[in-house]
Structures are given as C-alpha cells and as structure tokens.
C-alpha cells in the first residue's frame, strides 16, 4: 500500500472514506487514470453530464504534486499568452485568451457548489527583485488586459511592503482574482463530489497496461476496466505506461517546508493581508500563510525528479534570506512533489491511438492548479463532441527533449542554471 507522502496537506486532511483497490471487471462509460486534479477535474465535469465514471488511483486521491504543491491560484499558463500567440498567431492565441483565466473561476465555482473546505484565501502577488522583472510584470498586466482580465495592479517597494514583511523585492503587483488553498483538501471534496454523483474511484490501483482499440482495456493488478473513452491523466507520475508521451516530457521535483505554527503577529508582520507570494526568477521561490498560521515555502528544482536527501537544507536558507526575522524556526514539515515539465513550457493534449477514445492531458510544467481545472473542462466537452477548445490545446507542438531521455536532464538543468545567472545579475 502506498500511503501520502509526509506532507503538511497529509498532516492535516479531512477525512477520507475507504477506497479500496480495484477487483474484477468491469465496464464503464469513462475509465480516468489518477486521481489528480486532471482526473478529478474531468471525472466530475463528466458526472454531471451523467456520464458513470470510474477512476483508477495509483495511490492515494491526490497523492502527486495534486497534493503536494504551492496551493496558489495564478492565471494562465506556464508560458503566458503571448508566448502563444509567436506560435499560433494574435487570432489563433484569442481562444487561449479567453480560456487563461477560466481555471481560477472553475475552482471557485467548485468549492462553492460542493461545500468544499480547503481554506480558501484570495490575492496573490507576484514579487520582483529587478527592474527588468518589474517590466515583465507591467507587460503582463497589459497583456491579460488585452484579454478581458483587468484584475491586476502594479506595486511599488512601498506599496508591496505593506502586503510583504520583508524588503528583499524592488516592487511587484498584484492578481486581486489570485489567491490559496488547501490543496490536499480542494482534491478530496472534488472527488467527494465525484462520488457524490454516483462516481466510483479505486485507489491503490495502479495500471498496468492499456489495450487500445474500438472499446480499450485497462488493465490493473487485480482487475480491469473496459470503457467507451480513457483519459489519462497521471502526469508525472504516470511512468512508463505510455512510450510516446513520455518522450515528451520529463519529471522534475519541486521542495516544500511549513513551519511551526506562528504567533498571530508573526504571521501578521509576514504577510499582512494573508495573499500568497511568488517571486519573478526563473527558479522562483513561492510562499504563503496555511489556515493554521504557518509559513508554507517552497522552490527549487531537481530534474528527473530525484528526492533530495534533505529538503529543508534547500529550503531554509531561500526562507531565511526572504524574511530574516524566522532565522531558526522550526520547520515541521518538508517534501518533494514532482511536476511534469515540457521543451515547450505548454500542456501537451491529443489522443491515442486511431480511435480517438484515449484522451490525454499533461505537462503543466509547474503551473498547473488552474490549467488542470481547465483541462478537465476542455477534456469533457471533447468527449461531448465540442472539440474546439480541445483541438486548439492538441495542434501546440510537442517537442522530445535534445538527445531523448539520456541527455534531456543535463541539458534542462544547463538551461535553468544559464537563466538562474541573469536573475542573479539582473540580466
């Protein structure tokens, strides 16, 4: 049995029902593999339609970076619109416009509908360290403007030092439609929801072979479901399971800690009004106070997703440097998560096979909370027969990373240090 990882979200989840593992056959309309936020979100945009679904869960609901990430809800994409719009073009780039901010207002809209308690928090700021950095951010704030999200506003060091206890960053602005959760929580209640609609999900199911054809297989250990659609939706922790996406795509670990549990006017004289933080560096630093009034920090990355031996000595000094006045506080709480990080920095969507019944969403490269609430979206209404949005997603280019699997993490984490040294310099 594969439990959660050691997780502050782990530590403090709201119960769970029993989920056993799948036995036997059996047939669905919707058989979805992993129980992550693509999954969940997919599965319960499908059961609502009256679609019966059936998710299989290597783990544990939530048990990847669903349940082990930042908790922070920023708009767009890991690679933001105009990036698209150099590929596609301005008309083409519209529909990704239009879809950038639509994640935001699909998790709100689920926590609403379904009573989900996760400790929704809104604001998030987005912090910088250099001039250049605030130009980026003032492009962007034009950019989502462009694009009907007029919700942003630009902050000087005095303006960001009343929201940020620390004088480390130049300025920064503002995402008043941003904000944080509970991440581990926001899956649960989705998945309660899911359930809730006469979905079923197994955990500690993981798969181990698709049988593609006009009615696919999927196989597990112990059983098999044969449906009508498939979604993938594993990311990565997905493995080997399918060659061609794999390719494609390369795991990356990312190191979190909380702390103790902080005084009130601790976590007051930290972030005054209670927004979440993200700084501008390539290799950002994010942070946040949980519902329980620790500090939750996180950055760094490890490619291939190896587990470093110890996270909070990554960690602690980026914590420390930020905000001085925590200088040998006690971290309760420290992990890796690991995400799935595409050549491009965009999602890679499609099917397999000749069908068109295996559907597949994955490569949120780092910023996925919103993009994998989208997805789910844009993957039922494929399903359904709306495949406009899905088709727009499906003809981005999916890159193999420069001398396949061998060479692509010294080649990624050559890239990333290069980018590392302009932040460093202000270049």
Known sequence: ????????????????????????????????IGAGYTGLST????????????????????????????????????RDIDTIEKQV??????????????????????IAKYDIKCDLKNGGVFAAFTAKQMG???????????HGHDQVEMLDKKQLSEIVGTDVYIGGSIDHSGGHFHSLNLALGEAAAIESLGGVIHEQSPVIK???????????????VKARIVVVAGNAYLG?????????????????????????EMAQSLLPQDYCVEDCNYLLDYYRLTGDNRLLFGGGVIYGARDPANVEAIIRPKLEKTF??????????????????????????????????????????????????????????????????????????????????????PFTAAGAAYYSLRDKFGI
């Open 1 to 32: 049995m594969t439990p959660y990882a050691p997780t502050y979200y782990a530590a403090t989840a709201n119960p769970v029902p029993d989920r056993p593992a799948l036995q036997g056959d059996i047939e669905s309309d919707i058989c979805i």
């Open 43 to 78: 599965g319960l945009f499908l059961a609502e339609q009256g679609f019966k679904v059936t998710i299989l869960e290597a783990a544990k609901v939530g048990y990847g970076a669903t349940g082990r990430n930042g908790g922070q809800i920023v708009n767009s994409y890991s």
């Open 89 to 110: 073009g301005m008309d083409g780039a519209k529909v990704f416009g239009q879809m950038a901010f639509e994640g935001n207002r699909i998790i709100r809209e689920r």
């Open 136 to 146: 980026h951010l003032d492009h962007q704030r034009k950019l989502w403007a462009r």
């Open 210 to 224: 698709i049988e593609r054809g006009a009615h696919p297989v999927v196989r597990t250990a112990n059983g098999s």
């Open 240 to 264: 080997n399971l399918v060659p061609e996406l794999n390719a494609k795509s390369m795991p990356c670990g990312s190191q979190v800690v909380t702390t103790a549990p902080l005084s009130a």
């Open 324 to 409: 001085p006045q925590l200088k040998g506080v006690k971290i309760d709480f420290a992990w890796t998560g690991n995400f799935l990080l595409t050549l491009s920095r965009l999602p890679q969507v499609g099917t397999l096979g000749q069908h068109n019944n295996i559907f597949y969403s994955q490569g949120c490269s780092g910023h996925g909370i919103t993009y994998t609430h989208l997805a789910g979206k844009v993957l039922s209404e494929a399903i359904m027969g709306q495949t406009d949005r899905f088709n727009a997603f499906a003809k981005l280019p999916h890159y193999p990373f420069p001398g396949g699997e061998l060479l692509r993490i």
